[in-house]
């Protein structure tokens, strides 16, 4: 069954270090999301992302955020200069259509730890 | 500001009873709703949606009612089976947002 991976699956680093979280969505989905959830608390969306650019983002995705679909296959999600709040499960998603239809299909999500 | 509420953040329920997650929503804009379900060291995965125009859909042993003037939902299991352990995820969208809104969610234990 296809499936949403990403890696690291537990990135621990330096407040202030940039960090890349990597993801490879389902072959033929055409739109991609990054959530996140802090410990304890609710999944929160980040970004979604359409057609080689951001459809859609929310408060949380600041200027420290960016995406980016470098090739055919991956869709990155970089924190340029990380601080301790950014410590959070984050979660890649894809989907084949406008998600009223085709529901989004979450990875295993990558743990960071900002130290 | 919540506006997809689980007010439960745990149930148990016997293993063959039933259990029902329950969900209030303040944004009468939201005209999808969906459940997901969570086990540890996994990622969300989608159980079953309702869209506002319904008040009920089935899927084997998961039902979803959706009460549209009490902005309401609930999530049926049954019979409830060990590996229904999991935490529930309520979640709504609308035609207008490309994002989907999740409650807390709820954690459900289904004992012997």
């Known amino acids: 069954e296809p499936e949403v991976t990403q890696t690291p699956s537990h990135q621990v680093t330096q407040m202030g270090q940039e960090v890349i979280l990597r993801c490879v969505p389902i072959s033929n989905h055409l739109y991609f999301y990054w959530y996140r959830q802090i410990l304890g608390q609710k999944v929160e969306f980040l970004v979604s992302?359409?057609?080689?650019?951001?459809?859609?983002k929310s408060e949380i995705f600041d200027d420290q955020f960016s995406v980016e679909r470098p090739d055919g296959s991956n869709f990155t999600l970089k924190i340029r200069s990380t601080k301790l709040e950014d410590s959070a499960m984050y979660f890649c998603?894809?989907?084949?259509?406008?998600?009223?239809?085709?529901?989004?299909?979450f990875g295993q999500g990558t743990r960071l730890t900002v130290v | 500001d919540q506006q997809v509420k689980q007010n439960s953040p745990s149930l148990s329920v016997q293993e063959g009873r039933i259990s029902i997650l329950n969900c209030d929503y303040t944004n009468s804009m939201f005209d999808y709703f969906l459940w997901y379900k969570k086990y540890p060291a996994e990622g969300p995965t989608f159980l079953i949606s309702?869209?506002?125009?319904?008040d009920k859909n089935e899927d084997g042993r998961f039902t979803v009612f959706l009460n549209k003037s009490a902005k309401h939902l609930s999530l049926h299991i049954v019979p409830s089976q060990p590996g229904d352990s999991a935490v529930y995820f309520c979640a709504a969208t609308s035609n207008r947002d490309d994002k989907i809104i999740f409650g807390k969610g709820t954690r459900l234990h289904i004992l012997p």
């Open positions: 998603a894809s989907s084949v259509g406008d998600r009223i239809l085709f529901e989004a299909f």
């Open positions: 992302f359409y057609n080689n650019e951001i459809s859609e």
């Open positions: 309702i869209s506002s125009i319904k």
